[in-house]
């Protein structure tokens, strides 16, 4: 079973950065696609970036040239780096990551969230 627990989320004022952590622990075979997702209120869940092992990152339109994400794979760890915030980007941000508990079998875990809210 994989956990992945979250950290830096807080309040910041438009045009300000935040960086998200994110670190993955227990057993598995292999971590796959490791990224960030976010959710507004009344919105749907929504993907901000994502990075497999080794890979070109994967961004959302409306983060490009803002957010970067970036990975350790020797301490199992994705981070978000987010500038230029705006007020749009308040939302609960959720890590993600794909992995594999045995060779053969492809699982999928969630962060417990964390808020970033961004002031006008």
């Known amino acids: 079973q994989v956990q992945l627990v979250e950290s830096g989320g807080g309040l910041v004022q438009a045009g300000g950065s935040l960086r998200l952590s994110c670190a993955a622990s227990?057993?598995?075979?292999?971590?796959?696609?490791m990224g960030w997702y976010r959710q507004a209120p009344g919105s749907q869940r929504e993907l901000v970036a994502t990075i497999i092992s080794g890979g070109t990152p994967n961004y959302a339109d409306s983060v490009k040239g803002r957010f970067s994400i970036s990975r350790d794979n020797a301490k199992n760890t994705v981070s978000l780096q987010m500038n230029s915030l705006k007020p749009e980007d308040t939302a609960v941000y959720y890590c993600?990551?794909?992995?594999?508990?045995?060779?053969?079998?492809?699982?999928?875990?969630w962060g417990q969230g964390t808020l970033v809210t961004v002031s006008s």
């Open positions: 227990g057993r598995f075979f292999s971590l796959g696609t």
């Open positions: 993600y990551a794909n992995y594999r508990d045995i060779p053969i079998r492809s699982l999928e875990v």
